[in-house]
């Protein structure tokens, strides 16, 4: 399973943009790349996945460039209900028996 | 559109006691996985059942069993509780194979041993 390098933390203010990168240099060719958002006492929430270049929901975008050594998580115009931890892994997601491995993510705090 | 439901929420046990904690998967999913999260860290994975097998096991003693029943719901058991056990216990469930819209977790269960 490839490692995963995030920043241990951040800060930011309230309508700011806010970009978490992710270093992962052993990155398979079958691996894809999800990011979870954890608020505390709760469990993880599937925030994004992507494979190569971008990838934006309703919530989030994701930006991988073309060696996918590395990825961005791009949060837009954060607000104080987004502090919380994020969590970026790597794997193949249609692996049998497939298991999500967890580094100490990146804890957000957004301030007012 | 239930999601993932564990109980209890929170639970105080005694060094050595053995304690069970319970799961019901989102609807439609059929695989469930426990994680273990101590404080200040990221989930750690305990096992994943299938079909009411587990196959799959993370570096966790054998103390830490578990059993899915054939409605999908599932149960993690720890025996001969130590200090170190406490933690938040999180049940995720997905469909068996690719998680293209990802695992779904629970609230999970703070247990606390004492």
């Known amino acids: 399973l490839a490692k995963t390098t995030q920043p241990i933390s951040m800060d930011s203010y309230e309508g700011q943009e806010v970009n978490i990168t992710c270093s992962h240099n052993?990155?398979?060719?079958?691996?894809?790349i999800t990011w979870y958002q954890q608020f505390p006492s709760q469990g993880p929430r599937f925030i994004i996945q992507?494979?190569?270049t971008k990838v934006t929901n309703e919530v989030a975008s994701l930006f991988i460039p073309a060696d996918r050594k590395s990825s961005t998580l791009s949060l837009p115009r954060v607000s104080l209900s987004d502090t919380a931890v994020y969590y970026c892994?790597?794997?193949?997601?249609?692996?049998?028996?497939?298991?999500?491995?967890f580094g100490a993510g990146t804890i957000l705090r957004v301030k007012s | 559109d239930a999601g993932v439901t564990q109980s209890p929420t929170h639970l105080i046990k005694t060094r050595g006691q053995q304690v069970t904690l319970r799961c019901s998967p989102k609807s439609g999913h059929d695989t469930v996985s426990w994680y273990q999260q101590a404080l200040g860290q990221g989930p750690q994975f305990i096992f994943q059942?299938?079909?009411?097998?587990?196959?799959q096991r993370g570096n966790f003693p054998d103390r830490f069993s578990g059993h899915q029943f054939p409605n999908y719901s599932s149960e993690l058991n720890v025996n001969a509780l130590l200090l170190g056990d406490s933690a938040l216990y999180l049940c995720?469930?997905?469909?068996?194979?690719?998680?293209?819209?990802?695992?779904?977790f629970g609230s999970g269960t703070r247990l606390t041993v004492v």
């Open positions: 052993n990155i398979a060719t079958n691996d894809y």
């Open positions: 995720a469930s997905s469909l068996p194979t690719g998680i293209t819209y990802g695992y779904t």
């Open positions: 992507g494979y190569k």
């Open positions: 059942y299938y079909e009411e097998e587990e196959r």
């Open positions: 892994l790597v794997g193949d997601i249609n692996e049998y028996g497939n298991k999500l491995v």
